[in-house]
């Protein structure tokens, strides 16, 4: 018997489990239940069977340690599908929120570098000004003694960061599984 398992009795309530790695690990699995049945079943379903999840890691980790106690209940995934049953697929809102906010991330990240390397080169050139294209925006770099700044012409400042996550957005909740048959095969 390990330090973390206590004798079963008849009779105990089962305890939390020890320590916050464990714990860690029962709520990082549960999320990950909860994020695949995200598009299986709806909220209020999703809660109950997250709750009913829960309790029962609580009542088998009385007896074993959390880790066996979900290597018992297997892969997240597969969990999910088994609550499931033949319940139709739906989109994936959340993950194509999740998608479209790291390609939006990105996206600004690759951009924020573009204009700090121009900025960087006209101030090194001695330059003054320059002008330049990225991805269809207009960005203007200007530096001198009494300061420096960057402008940005144009609507395609603003539209090409939209439409991106927008396809993101749909690509990554698989949005055409709303529009779908019932009875038709799933994707």
Known sequence: MSSTESPATE??????????????????????VDW????LAPGPERKRIVKSLREDI???SAHHDVGAALAGLGDPERLALGYAGDARQGPRWSHGLAWSGIALFAYGVVFVA?????????????????RSRFLLIEVTAYADQSGFGVGLSGVAGLLIPLIAGAVVFLLASRTWRAFRRPGSTPS
């Open 36 to 39: 695949h049945l995200d598009w």
């Open 114 to 130: 573009y204009v700090l390397g121009m900025l960087a080169v006209v101030e090194a050139a001695g330059l003054g000004q320059a």
């Open 11 to 32: 009779g105990t309530v089962p305890r939390r489990p020890s320590g916050l790695r464990q714990w860690a690990r029962r709520e990082l699995y549960l999320a990950r």
């Open 58 to 60: 609580a009542a088998e």
